[in-house]
């Protein structure tokens, strides 16, 4: 019998954006992932989190949220998380794309309109594959004015809907959200959605977010959305909201009604991570700003996150310099299109990178040519 997709496959491989699973040797030095603080090696963490399971004598779901798979691990976390951000609820979700891609098929209903930042995560983008043409549109990257205009020239009325979808820290880019959008957001009377995947551990006076960095109160029309598999070393997510809106989306998302529970591990070790990051977010604060600072001397990128993008723009070069960071002992991100629209060396600034491997990385990188 003949293969299936070959003439597909051919064709990633041609235009060098083919996709595979490796197994990176885990003496590299790792400025790819998007565990920044290093917490996906606490094992002080992990002990204490293995000791509460025994005690509570569960450690997986079982069920949906719904049926029986929802349990005190999940409740004081997601009291914990939304009393620390400041949001009158929370609920979590077993993973970001099941929580980006369930609230918004969720939220837009028939005569609803979304407006999503053209570099939003492809975990929301997709969601817009459920909806009709006329339901949303995307907008200029993190351009208010762009947004206003969209809005403005759609002539909605009172009955529709409008949801605005962005992020705190964009993922490829590493871009800030604008500000000036939470005012757009207000003007419209929209809901806005701000996808804090990145943002969280990284940036705020508590290292919260993007709500604590602008030191935003958080309204009736905010949803955060959070990951736990990035900053704070765990797997899962949480969406962020006012009691009304958690209620609605208990009752109308998917991936929350027709799936399992997140697990208890993956949320109890959350749970003690972010007690850990909140607790500690003087110390974590100065050294990330260390490392910011470094990136802005030595090789002239300012960012307020910790991603670090260098454009190549060629996807066969992109790999080809991976690969002499990587027999120089170093591993980054090699992000090919349609991920980003030209090919990027996506640098992650993690906390664990002592200056002395930093500053070597920078030399190798500045003779790579
Ligand atoms: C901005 C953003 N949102 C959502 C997700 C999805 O999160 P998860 O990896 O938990 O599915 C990611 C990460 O992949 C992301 O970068």
Do not use: W
């Not at 603080?37 to 719904?66: H, W, Y």
């Not at 871009?175 to 003007?187: G, S, V």
């Not at 080809?320 to 591993?331: P, Q, S, T, V």
Request: charged share 25%; proline share 1%; net charge neutral.
């Amino acid at each position: 019998m003949s293969d299936f997709y070959t003439q597909e496959l051919n064709s990633l491989k041609k235009r060098a954006v083919f996709r595979e699973r490796k197994i990176f040797d885990k003496n590299l030095i790792d400025l790819a992932s998007n565990d920044y603080l290093n917490l996906s090696k606490d094992f002080d963490i992990f002990e204490q989190t293995v000791r509460e399971l025994r005690d509570f004598g569960q450690f997986s779901p079982r069920a949906s949220m719904f049926v029986n798979g929802y349990t005190e691990i999940h409740k004081n976390f997601e009291e914990y998380i939304s009393k620390i951000n400041n949001f009158e609820n929370g609920i979590v979700f077993g993973s970001g794309f099941l929580a980006n891609f369930g609230m918004i098929e969720a939220l837009i209903r028939k005569d609803d309109f979304l407006c999503m930042d053209s570099e939003y995560h492809a975990s929301g983008v997709i969601a817009t594959k459920t909806l009709k043409n006329e339901q949303f549109s995307f907008f200029k990257h993190n351009s208010a004015e762009n947004l206003d205009d969209c809005l403005y020239k759609k002539n909605l009325n009172s009955k529709n809907r409008i949801i605005i979808a962005v992020e705190g820290i964009y993922s490829m880019s590493g871009d800030i959200l604008n500000r000036e959008i939470f005012n757009i957001a207000d003007k419209y009377n929209a809901i806005l959605i701000v996808d804090e995947a990145h943002s969280f551990g990284v940036i705020g006076e508590n290292l919260l977010g993007v709500f604590d960095h602008f030191k935003i109160q958080p309204q009736k029309n905010h949803i955060k959305m959070g990951t736990l598999g990035k900053a704070v070393g765990s797997y899962g997510a949480y969406i962020l909201a006012s009691k009304h809106l958690i209620e609605f989306l208990e009752n109308r998302t998917k991936s929350l009604i027709y799936s399992t529970a997140l697990s208890l591990f993956d949320t109890l070790y959350a749970h003690n991570s972010i007690h850990k990051i909140y607790n500690n977010s003087s110390e974590i604060k100065s050294e990330l700003l260390n490392i910011r600072k470094m990136f802005r001397d030595e090789v002239k990128i300012e960012k307020d996150g910790l991603i670090f993008p260098i454009k190549i723009g060629d996807s066969n070069l992109v790999i080809k310099y991976r690969d002499i960071l990587k027999e120089n002992g170093f591993i980054v991100g090699a992000i090919r299109p349609p991920t980003v629209e030209t090919a990027i060396l996506r640098v992650i600034g993690r906390k664990a990178v002592s200056q002395e491997n930093l500053k070597k990385f920078f030399e190798i990188l500045k003779n790579i040519n």
